[in-house]
Every structure is written in C-alpha cells, then in structure tokens.
C-alpha cells in the first residue's frame, strides 16, 4: 500500500484558485490509479477527479469539470489538483486516495473503489 499526505489547503475567495497536491509514499506508485474526493460537514464523501496510472486518462465529477485538473508526477509520486473559478459549494475537506484497480472501474466505484487514503486537506471558499 502508499501512504498518502495531502497540502495545500487554506481560505480563498469564490472566484479564486488552489492547487491541493498529495505526496505519496511506498512502493509503485506509478501503478496506482489517483482520485481526489471531497466532503463537505453533514454531507458524504463524493468523488472529484481520477487519473490513470501514467496520466493520461482523467475523469471528473460535473460540477467541478471545466474548472479543476487533476495530474501526476510518477517520478516525484505526486498528484494534484489544481482548482480554479471556486464556488461556495467547493468548500470541504479534499481527500486524496489510490487504488488498486483500473481508473475506469475505480472511479465509477466511488469511495470503494480505492483502497488508501490520505487524512485531508481543508478547502474553504468564501463568498
């Protein structure tokens, strides 16, 4: 398995940008598939973004394509999220996680279908 530590974090303005990354470490991270989830108080985690093992397959949820890009650096064992045109609603905690599996079938799986998490990141976006 990797462990996961996520950075990058903080207050922001709607209308602003973040990039969140997430270092990893362990063994073969290049064959892990990515995600980054978030939840927000009183609601449950839901899936972002995903990136395939060499980056070059993503998926997002609707609400945030077009606004976040997710990508990855096998060699520094880093991914990230960069988040632009932030909403009120963006605000949660952002989760990073791995998995074991294909991205495809990883990310329609949600939150099991990866199998280590990293402890979160706190983004919180004002109006």
């Known amino acids: 398995q990797v462990q996961l530590v996520e950075s990058g974090g903080g207050l922001v303005q709607a209308g602003g940008s973040l990039r969140l990354s997430c270092a990893a470490s362990?063994?073969?991270?290049?064959?892990?598939?990515m995600g980054w989830f978030r939840q927000a108080p009183g609601k449950e985690r839901e899936f972002v973004a995903a990136?395939?093992?060499?980056?070059?397959?993503?998926y997002y949820a609707d609400s945030v394509q077009g606004r976040f890009t997710i990508s990855r650096d096998n060699a520094k064992s880093t991914v990230y999220l960069q988040m632009n045109s932030l909403r009120p609603g963006d605000t949660a905690v952002y989760y990073c996680?791995?998995?074991?599996?294909?991205?495809?079938?990883?990310?329609?799986?949600?939150?099991?279908?990866?199998?280590?998490w990293g402890q979160g990141t706190q983004v919180t976006v004002s109006s």
């Open positions: 362990g063994r073969d991270f290049s064959t892990y598939a």
């Open positions: 996680a791995a998995a074991r599996r294909s991205t495809q079938t990883a990310q329609s799986m949600g939150v099991r279908g990866f199998d280590s």
């Open positions: 990136v395939s093992w060499g980056g070059g397959t993503t």
